[in-house]
DNA sequence: GTATCAATTGAGATTGATAATCAATATCAA
DNA sequence: TTGATATTGATTATCAATCTCAATTGATAC
């Protein structure tokens, strides 16, 4: 049993919410995907095993994650919105290609340092960034220029 | 004559447009603003002088204010487009505050140059980024701390 | 196990932003 | 002034996000 079960159970408990069939089923289904996922995009995944489960659901529980900690909103610059797993990953910060969609997840020490060093000049208290760099990727410079 | 009405007037004759009298007075109205307006916000100040400027037209205009790089586009992470000045503003990052809604625009040189670094390290070549941090502005610190 | 009751569900409808369509109109070079 | 062409505004389409509500289900007490 994984350790987000765990997690969801413990924050239905607190929350008296509780533990459904299709809060388990998506779950599961979420933890295996790898992308940063839409709505959408889980939804037609679990679709395919459970067509019970309902649209609303999907993205009712997906918030949820979000809420528990399990998961993590991305936006990546088109207009859906995006989760990806939080427990077990560290904060990273995205280049994105704005050819083959690819994305790269990267985290720089160094920058989260000057970042929170300007913040506490301006009087800031900074809670989370987002920063994402948009290009092109190392395969798609290499298809070019052939 | 603003700078910006040359910059309209030269990107238009490019392509081959048209300068209208509205495309006139949107450009002047979104002159005026000083804060990152959607498109709903900008027809709601053309609205009171010129009712006759049509929800449709703002919106087509405020792209081909982004196409002459007259605007650029921002994204404050509520899901609506904002577009802030671009002519003789220099690149920035934006400090929101989640409280109050207020930003501060910053410029840090360091991260600019981290940035570019650690591109060339994975390959990537980069065309634009974005960086956002959320959290809590110094008045409403202060309000807090009362 | 069963009753109880609030939380949850799924279908469908709604909202809000963005974008396409199209007939009427305006612009501008010649 | 005119004709070719771009633009406009109203309307409609699209799509993701979100709400509604009656029917159902899970957790808890008995």
Redesign the interface.
């Known amino acids: 049993m994984p350790k987000e079960v765990e997690i969801l159970t413990d924050f239905l408990k607190e929350k008296n919410l509780k533990l459904t069939s299709q809060r388990r089923t998506i779950l599961e289904a979420f933890l295996k995907t790898e992308k940063h996922v839409s709505v959408d995009d889980l939804y037609d995944i679990i679709r395919k095993n459970s067509p019970d489960i309902g649209h609303a659901t999907v993205f009712r529980t997906l918030r949820l994650f979000r809420n528990a900690d399990i998961a993590k909103e991305v ?1 990546l ?1 088109d ?1 859906r919105t995006r989760y990806e797993h939080k427990y077990g990953h560290n904060h990273h910060d995205h ?1 994105i ?2 050819q083959c969609g690819k994305f ?1 997840e ?1 985290l ?1 020490e ?2 989260e340092k ?2 929170d060093k ?2 506490k000049r ?17 395969q798609c ?1 290499a298809k070019e220029k052939r």
């Open positions: 936006d610059g207009k280049l290609c704005v790269i990267v720089d160094e920058i000057l970042q300007f913040c301006a009087g800031f208290l900074p809670q989370r960034h987002k920063m994402e760099i948009f290009g092109i990727c190392r410079r």
